[in-house]
């Protein structure tokens, strides 16, 4: 049910996963959306949110979006997010998902000051801050040791967000998220990567799957669960920051094993590992502790690993079916 709040936000990086989810979500509790992405996107224009052009690169047009969209709150999600790619591209991640949080917090900062109210701040902070884990599981007290270009940008970004916080008085937090996935997810991303894979085989449109380390585990929620958290965090008395989290941990091995099983296939048959999608340097174990959420936000996620892969194949399933229907009709897509 729509409950009307009247309040505005504004979303950096709307056409992404959590944009559309938090896009779906807002609107529910009566927003009013507006968002920024770099280009034209399918999917999120459907759900009808007020949209400008824009990146985080160039910072020369956020203060016109913010007179336009009048925010009340601001959800920082844009990033170049691939942790892979960071490598390859590491002055562009510094950057965007840097440099770019600031772009946005001074935008914020100046806007407030402009239209003499609060407008409070969410920045995407990420478990990849935590790297080369001290502990486990990781919680809002365990110390960052990033190790990727992604990583460091994140963790500069962490604290510009604090910093601002500190300095200026401002309504800005940091939800630090652990991996979060649905049927949205983008597809160079793992578990995407995977149960797309797994529909296509199942359906003889693909014969194989080349995937880097099979070892790495991560602590996987639900995409839609989590953007619950980051409107919690900015509904809170204070503003503080949080790790949104399942508190278990998967190897990519049972994710492979989670998503080819529900197929009734052996993915021991179809995937090879390729050592060039290797990292550089490799985040080996995630798994958060989300104690200080569910106590002071009362969150929880509520898709567990086993439903969120069987979301996600049935998805992928749904997709490639559709192919081999438009492949069978000779018709381009
Ligand atoms: O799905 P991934 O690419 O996600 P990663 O690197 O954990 O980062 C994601 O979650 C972060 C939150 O902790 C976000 F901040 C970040 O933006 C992103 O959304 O890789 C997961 C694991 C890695 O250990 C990787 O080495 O899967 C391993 N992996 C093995 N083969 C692969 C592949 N990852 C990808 N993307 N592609 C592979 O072929």
């Not at 900015?234 to 094993?257: I, K, M």
């Not at 569910?294 to 690993?305: D, I, Q, T, Y």
Request: glycine share 8%; charged share 25%; with cysteine.
């Amino acid at each position: 049910m729509t409950e009307l709040t009247g309040k505005r936000a504004l979303i950096t990086g709307i056409s992404g996963q959590d944009g559309w989810y938090l896009t779906e979500l807002l609107q529910q509790k009566g927003y009013e959306v507006h968002g920024i992405l770099p280009s034209r996107a399918p999917g999120i224009g459907e759900a009808g949110p007020q949209l400008y052009y824009g990146d985080l690169a160039d910072g020369t047009t956020l203060d016109s979006v913010f007179d336009q969209a009048q925010p009340d709150e601001v959800y920082n999600l844009a990033a170049q997010s691939h942790v892979r790619l960071s490598f390859d591209l590491p002055i562009y991640t510094a950057d965007v998902t840097g440099v770019g949080a600031l772009r946005v917090l001074e935008a914020t900062r100046k806007f407030q000051d402009r239209a003499g109210k609060q407008v409070k701040f969410y920045q995407a902070s990420s478990s990849e801050m935590f790297g080369k884990v001290v502990e486990t599981p990781q919680s809002e007290t365990t110390p960052f040791h990033p190790r990727s270009p992604y990583a460091c940008a994140k963790v500069y970004a962490f604290w510009q967000t604090v910093n601002y916080r500190e300095s200026y008085g401002m309504f800005a937090v940091n939800g630090i998220l652990f991996n979060h996935e649905s049927p949205r997810r983008g597809e160079a991303f793992v578990t995407r990567k995977i149960t797309k894979a797994a529909a296509r085989i199942k359906l003889g449109l693909q014969k194989s799957l080349q995937l880097g380390n099979l070892e790495a585990r991560r602590d996987w929620g639900f995409a839609g669960d989590y953007v619950d958290a980051m409107w919690r965090m900015l509904q809170h008395d204070e503003p503080d920051d949080f790790v949104v989290a399942t508190g278990e941990t998967y190897s990519v091995r049972d994710c492979l094993d989670a998503a080819f099983t529900h197929l009734d296939l052996d993915w021991q048959k179809f995937v090879q590992t390729d050592t060039s999608l290797y990292r550089p340097a490799e985040v080996d174990l995630l798994r958060g502790d989300a104690t200080k959420a569910r106590e002071n936000l009362g969150w929880e996620p509520k898709v567990s690993f086993a439903r969120l892969i069987r979301m996600m194949v049935d998805h992928d399933l749904d997709l490639a079916r559709r192919e081999l229907r438009l492949q069978d009709m000779d018709l381009p897509e």
